[in-house]
C-alpha cells in the first residue's frame, strides 16, 4: 500500500502501509513546526516518550516539549503497520529516519490511538548501535 496525504502544501508525508490519516497529520504538523496543532492531536491525557526522556504527558506539555526539542528536525516515516486493534484504541508500528544538521537515525514510533482517533501515547525509540549512539554525545 502506498499513501500520499497532503495535510498542508508545505508538508507531505508517505507511509507505506498506514491509513490513518491522525497519524499523517502527527507527521505533517511536526514537520511543519507547528507543535500547538501537533499537541491536539493528542488526547488531554495523551503522553509522549521520547528517547533518554522522562515521558510528557498533558497537551500543553507535550507542545511546550515539542517546541524546545524539536525545532529544525525532519521526521521521516517511511512504512508501518497496525499491530493492534482493540475496541478502545489501536496500536501502530511506524519505522523511518529522524534528520538533524548534525545526524540522521532510524527511528521506530509506536502511535496509539484512542477509539476517537485521538494520540494516547507516541514512543519514540532509537534503533542505532551503540558505536552510533556514541559519536552522538561528541
Given amino acids: 500500500m502506498n499513501n500520499m496525504i497532503s495535510i498542508n502544501i508545505d508538508a507531505f508525508v508517505n507511509i507505506d502501509g498506514i491509513d490513518e490519516l491522525t497519524i499523517y497529520e502527527y507527521f505533517a504538523r511536526l514537520n511543519n513546526n507547528e507543535f500547538i496543532a501537533t499537541s491536539e492531536l493528542f488526547a488531554e491525557q495523551g503522553c509522549l516518550n521520547p528517547p533518554f526522556e522522562q515521558t510528557v504527558c498533558g497537551r500543553d506539555a507535550i507542545a511546550q516539549y515539542l517546541e524546545k526539542e524539536a525545532k529544525g528536525i525532519e521526521f521521516c516515516p517511511a512504512y508501518g503497520e497496525m499491530i493492534m486493534s482493540e475496541s478502545t484504541f489501536t496500536q501502530y508500528q511506524i519505522q523511518g529516519k529522524v534528520k538533524t544538521n548534525q545526524f540522521t537515525v532510524n527511528v521506530n514510533w509506536l502511535i496509539q490511538l484512542n477509539s476517537t482517533k485521538e494520540i494516547i501515547l507516541v514512543e519514540v ?10 559519536k552522538f554525545s561528541k
Fill in 125 to 134: 525509540k532509537l534503533v542505532a548501535s551503540l558505536i552510533e549512539l556514541l
